[in-house]
């Protein structure tokens, strides 16, 4: 196992639109085991495979106070979402930025596990908005991208003037 490069915003690279997976096999599974190993490096609860410069339709959640129930969704798609709600984000790409984010309340995705096998999850709470932020990352879209202008350009700058510290 590896711990990975996260990418950090404002890198385009975090815009790229993720694939279909066409098959789960040994080489995914490779990934998995390497984006669980960063994930809980970082530490985070959610990875999506964008955020490792691997363009395919690939996140990790684990969000137990144990870090012990990792949860992989390949190829998800959400078939039902309800209500509103705003929650407070942050995200391993934009390091020690949070800003409130609102989202579905609940969702419905369904996905393949690191199996290969279709499973449905109706997810609420922390998991739901998890899922929704890491879906974005598969869709190239970054969390900051709900925030105004300002707000975004100013985070722009910050996190430009933090990687020339580097
Ligand atoms: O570790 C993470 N915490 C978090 C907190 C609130 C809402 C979303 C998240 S996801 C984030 C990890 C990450 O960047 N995943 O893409
Ligand atoms: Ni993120």
């Known amino acids: 196992m590896a711990v990975l490069n996260i990418l950090n915003y404002p890198d385009p690279r975090l815009h790229t639109v993720a694939k279909p997976v ?3 096999d040994a080489n995914i599974r490779r990934l998995i085991d390497d984006m669980a190993e960063t994930m809980y490096a970082a530490p985070g609860i959610g990875l999506a495979a964008t955020q490792v410069n691997q363009h395919i339709q690939l996140l990790i959640i684990d969000t137990s106070e144990t870090k012990d129930a990792l949860q992989v969704f390949i190829n998800p798609t959400i078939i039902e979402k309800n209500g509103e709600r705003a929650f407070e984000e942050g995200c391993l790409s934009v390091p020690g930025v949070y800003e409130s984010v609102t989202r579905a309340e609940t969702v419905t ?5 690191r199996n290969g096998e279709k499973f449905t999850l109706h997810a609420e709470g922390l998991l739901s908005v998890c899922i929704q932020h890491e879906m974005d990352h598969l869709l190239g879209k970054v969390f ?11 985070i722009k700058n910050k996190m430009l003037k933090l990687s020339r510290q580097k």
């Open 22 to 24: 066409k098959e789960v």
């Open 109 to 113: 995705v369904e996905a393949l596990d």
């Open 144 to 154: 900051v991208e709900y925030l105004s202008p300002l707000k975004r350009s100013r």
